[in-house]
């Protein structure tokens, strides 16, 4: 789905820390947003912790920064970080390139995938989401 | 556009003494990562004696070619003939700018302005730490407040363990480094700086950044500071820390601390002190390679920066075999971190922040 000019694929689910998650399996894939990728510009550097860190959803684990920009990448969901994508290393603007395929970020294996419920799909809820963000950031 | 860039007798001297013998082309970080002829600086000599002559006209080519150049200083110090390309680079850069050749630096100098750094952030980190008087400031720099906070935070945890009476302000960016991109420093912030340090009656100035160091020390809009400029490796080379490590430790020397203020000595003090098994690199000191974040190089080229870091790290790595790379550069330090691959198992520190943590294994273990 398109929401506000910024692509925001279906059968996903999205936080408000503008990160997206999708079940592969037994594992949670997670990556940046468009509308994100697109205000941050090119992206230069993703910290790929060690895998086997226990994360929680909706905390910060680690960074992310383009050439003007340094942010937190906050889990979608908690549990363990099981792979990377050591693509990234070399490679960060695979997130501006492909934020929703080659530029996923982190595989988690979720405690409980019944947190996904706290996460957006409803397009309706998304938009509006979307618009306050706007509102607050501007739009690129 | 197509007017010759002026040249002083000083920098029309320097191009002509050139002998484009292309040593500086070993040194070079940025011909090292490209293998392009015009980004070293015998090929951008060659490209303003060109200039100079009439016989290439100033494009926006020649603008960018002049960017790409980290100010390191290396071809400077193994040029035969004495020649400092990077003093020409810079004035050729402002030259550009005054003919209308803005760069993406004029938008980071409206940031410097409005914000107070030179990365538009709007909430300054503030470590907690006292403000008002004291004997000693400490001026953190915007890499080290808005990029590496927490290697900050373990500086000032090392200087509080140490017994430093020291101070901090609600510090705004020192802008020397729009001198160096093209543009000039802005008054209005160095001018608020030192009213925000003189309020603090410190007789000292300690600085964690060499290029705030630098600016500090040399810029003529600091003359009238009234205080003793210290980098932080000056500052603490007289102190003992009571800590040791037994892994192997390295050192990679900063730019703007090294070649450029010509601080060598004082870290390998500090670091002898606390790692008997110190090794240097090949190529160390005055003939470091740049990491290459300087010269506005991370900001206008970023990948290329982080590669050319990416670079120094697996010199320093294969030379050395070091278990610990330290240096005292947040800008250093924030470009090998980001250019650091998994498989390298290297860590990086500033050495301040290094002995912080080796102060807390030592109370750690000492209350277990």
Redesign the interface.
């Known amino acids: 789905m398109n929401i506000e000019g910024y692509e925001f694929p279906e059968g996903l689910y999205y936080d408000k820390n503008h990160f997206w998650a999708r079940v592969e399996g037994d594992l949670v894939v997670m990556g940046m947003n468009d509308y994100a990728q697109k205000m941050a510009g090119?992206i230069?550097?993703v910290g790929?912790p060690?895998e086997g860190k226990k994360l929680v959803q909706g905390k910060s684990f680690t960074k992310i920064?383009?050439?003007?920009?340094?942010g937190k990448v906050f889990s979608v969901i908690s549990g363990e970080l099981v792979a990377?994508n050591?693509d990234l290393?070399?490679k960060a603007?695979l997130i501006n390139e492909d934020c929703y395929g080659k530029g996923w970020m982190f595989k988690i294996k979720p405690d409980n995938m019944d947190e996904l419920k706290n996460l957006m799909t409803d397009p309706a809820v998304m938009q509006e989401w979307l618009k306050t963000e706007i509102a607050e950031h501007g739009k690129k | 556009m197509t007017n010759p860039l002026q040249f002083d007798e000083k920098r029309r001297k320097a191009i002509t003494q050139c002998s484009r013998c292309g040593f500086c082309r070993a040194v070079c970080p940025i011909f090292d990562l490209t293998k392009r002829p015009i980004t070293n600086a015998r090929g951008k000599m060659i490209l303003m004696k060109e200039v100079m002559e009439g016989k290439l006209p100033v494009t926006e080519g020649v603008a960018q070619a002049l960017l790409r150049c980290t100010t390191c200083m290396n071809c400077t110090t193994n040029c035969p003939s004495g020649v400092d390309p990077q003093e020409v680079i810079k004035a050729a850069r402002k030259d550009m700018v005054g003919m209308g050749f803005d760069n993406l630096f004029k938008k980071m100098g409206e940031v410097v302005e409005k914000y107070g750094n030179i990365y538009g952030e709007p909430e300054r980190y503030d470590w907690g730490h006292k403000k008002g008087t004291a004997p000693h400031v400490l001026f953190v720099g915007c890499v080290g407040t808005y990029r590496e906070e927490e290697s900050v935070e373990e500086t000032i945890r090392l200087l509080d363990l140490m017994k430093v009476d020291f101070t901090m302000i609600d510090e705004v960016c020192c802008s020397g480094v729009m001198e160096d991109v093209g543009y000039k420093i802005k008054e209005e912030l160095a001018q608020r700086n030192i009213q925000e340090l003189q309020k603090t009656s410190a007789k000292t100035l300690i600085t964690t950044c060499p290029y705030c160091f630098r600016v500090f020390k040399e810029h003529p809009s600091y003359k009238n500071l009234g205080m003793e400029v210290k980098h932080i490796t000056q500052f603490l080379k007289d102190f003992n820390f009571g800590v040791k490590t037994n892994k192997k430790v390295t050192y990679h020397d900063p730019c703007d601390l090294g070649r450029h203020a010509g601080i060598y000595d004082e870290p390998r003090e500090i670091i002898r002190k606390i790692a008997p098994n110190f090794v240097e690199p090949r190529r160390t000191r005055e003939n470091a390679m740049c990491c290459g974040s300087g010269g506005g190089l991370r900001g206008s080229f970023p990948e290329d920066s982080i590669e050319i870091s990416r670079n120094r790290l697996s010199q320093i790595i294969e030379e050395t075999g070091a278990e610990i790379l330290l240096t005292e550069c947040p800008s250093c330090l924030h470009n090998f971190r980001n250019a650091k691959l998994r498989k390298q198992k290297i860590e990086i520190y500033n050495i301040t922040e290094f002995i912080a943590q080796l102060l807390q294994e030592k109370e750690k273990k000492e209350a277990a």
């Open positions: 090119s230069v550097y790929l060690p920064e383009s050439g003007k920009w340094l990377v050591e290393e070399k603007k």
